[in-house]
């Protein structure tokens, strides 16, 4: 299709990310926007992002070849009600939430299934809203698409292109397909993470003991934890069963480590150590998953004065884009005190590279 016009409820993170990714690859196609903040909106429409911003949800869609629901889990489900009047005939319906198997019930009780196509872009970031959302957000993202029984091949194949030219990548499975590995690979380890948090708040001395020294491995392994606490609180009730499931495996498993421990079980705890390594070591590393992946190093440094801003010129004289910088103060498992993160896996590389090459001691997990 050359003349394409794509619709958006929401323009959050994902929705912006999305909108000005199309406009970046796509710039003849009519981009419509509505946020429930409608300051949003207006501002996409500025940027030239949307060639129409919208206040309410109405006629301004029934031309939209393609419509995004970009609000969080529980509203996307309500904007469906909104948005159905609207629909053409060969309109593609989509979503990006992180749970599926709520919204195909819902677009099977309201009679959209020949619209519909799920949608999980496994991207983000720790910031949130439209203001950090970025026309790459989505490069070598995984992007799960779960279509109804009576949907249009042709239409999941317009979408699977339109997902791929963005640099995406997209594959389809179903619903419960999809929940389930979600429920494994992202919604157990942010409730791990989450509770190792409140489990050392819980348990930590007066003085604040652990939290004073949790600043190194402690806090990179639990980094999750810091996100959004009303969005995970919705993936919780909406993917309820499939978080139990695999929940109640992980307790049964750790209860096996704890008895190996007890038991002073060294074979078993070799293996264990052992066969994680490995598996760990053999997930590839380009693709984006559901957990935001970080690209930093470790690099040894005297904390003094002017330290900090050498090692920085280093960088920028290499061209190299720095995300975040600074002196953890704690050495754990090596000497290394300065943290570097950076956009991309390969800002991280040439980084390295670079302040090896100046003599600095660097060690990049």
Request: glycine residues 6%; negative net charge; hydrophobic residues 40%.
């Amino acid at each position: 299709m050359n003349e394409v016009t794509i619709g958006f409820l929401g323009l959050g993170l994902i929705g912006g990310s999305i909108a000005k990714g199309i406009r970046r690859h796509h710039k003849n196609y009519t981009l419509i926007g509505y946020n429930h903040n409608y300051s949003t909106a207006q501002a996409a429409l500025e940027e030239g992002v949307l060639n129409l911003a919208v206040k309410e949800v109405d006629d301004s869609f029934s031309h939209c070849d393609i419509i995004y629901l970009c609000m969080p889990v529980s509203y996307n489900v309500e904007y469906l009600e909104k948005i159905k009047p609207y629909l053409k005939p060969s309109c593609i319906l989509t979503d990006v939430g992180s749970v599926k198997g709520n919204i195909h019930k819902a677009v099977k009780e309201l009679g959209l299934t020949r619209y519909f196509i799920g949608g999980h872009p496994m991207a983000g970031s720790e910031k949130t809203g439209y203001a950090n959302s970025t026309d790459h957000l989505l490069e070598n993202a995984c992007y799960p698409l779960t279509p109804c029984e009576d949907t249009d091949p042709k239409a999941l194949q317009f979408l699977k292109e339109l997902t791929a030219s963005l640099g995406a990548l997209p594959f389809v499975l179903s619903e419960q397909e999809h929940d389930y590995a979600v429920a494994a690979i992202s919604h157990l380890p942010h409730l791990i993470a989450s509770g190792l948090v409140n489990l050392i708040r819980r348990v930590d001395s007066k003085e604040q003991l652990m939290k004073t020294i949790a600043a190194g491995g402690f806090k990179d392994i639990t980094r999750i934890a810091s996100a959004s606490p009303v969005m995970w609180q919705q993936i919780c009730l909406t993917n309820r069963d499939n978080i139990v499931k695999i929940m109640e495996q992980y307790l049964s498993y750790l209860t096996e480590v704890r008895d190996a421990v007890l038991a002073e079980d060294t074979d078993y705890l070799h293996r264990f150590f052992e066969t994680g390594r490995e598996y760990r070591n053999s997930i590839p590393a380009a693709p984006s998953g559901p957990v935001t992946k970080i690209y930093y190093l470790y690099c040894d440094l005297i904390d003094k004065p002017g330290s900090i801003a050498k090692a920085a010129t280093i960088l920028a004289d290499a061209s190299v884009s720095i995300k975040n910088i600074g002196i953890t103060h704690i050495r754990e498992y090596q000497e290394d005190v300065l943290r570097i993160e950076f956009y991309t896996q390969e800002d991280a590389i040439l980084a390295g590279t670079v302040l090896k090459e100046h003599a600095y001691q660097v060690t990049q997990p």
